[in-house]
């Protein structure tokens, strides 16, 4: 979306948006998942895992990364990912709201 399209929208709604697009691609849902099953780990602990290559795992690390959904820590010569935790929050406030508008309505 182009940025003076953007402007349209509250800062939450924007926020939101890039994380569900980063999270719109099924490799990147396997990465968190496997992120949230061994905690930390290295690109190549992912490309292990993943029938990807390490390039298409690494862009798509960076994608995560860019929108804040994980981080990546400097260890040595390697970047170590995990979860970052206010992202998650983020999810959850949204769905928790959500959720509680829907409490009392029906279709």
């Known amino acids: 979306m182009g940025a003076s399209k953007s ?5 939450q709604q924007n926020e939101l948006a890039i994380l569900f697009k980063a999270l719109s ?3 990147r849902v396997a990465i968190i998942e496997y992120l949230l099953k061994v905690d930390t780990c290295i690109c190549g602990d ?3 895992e993943l029938p990807l290559a390490q390039p298409t795992i690494s ?3 960076k994608e995560l990364k860019n929108a804040g959904i994980i981080k990546g820590n400097v260890d040595g010569t390697t970047i170590c990912y995990c979860i970052n935790p206010e992202a998650l929050q983020k999810f959850e406030d949204y ?3 959500m959720r509680k508008q829907l409490q009392n309505k029906c279709c």
């Open 7 to 11: 402007d349209f929208f509250t800062e």
């Open 25 to 27: 691609n099924p490799a």
């Open 46 to 48: 992912i490309v292990k």
């Open 59 to 61: 862009q798509h690390l």
């Open 95 to 97: 769905f928790f709201q």
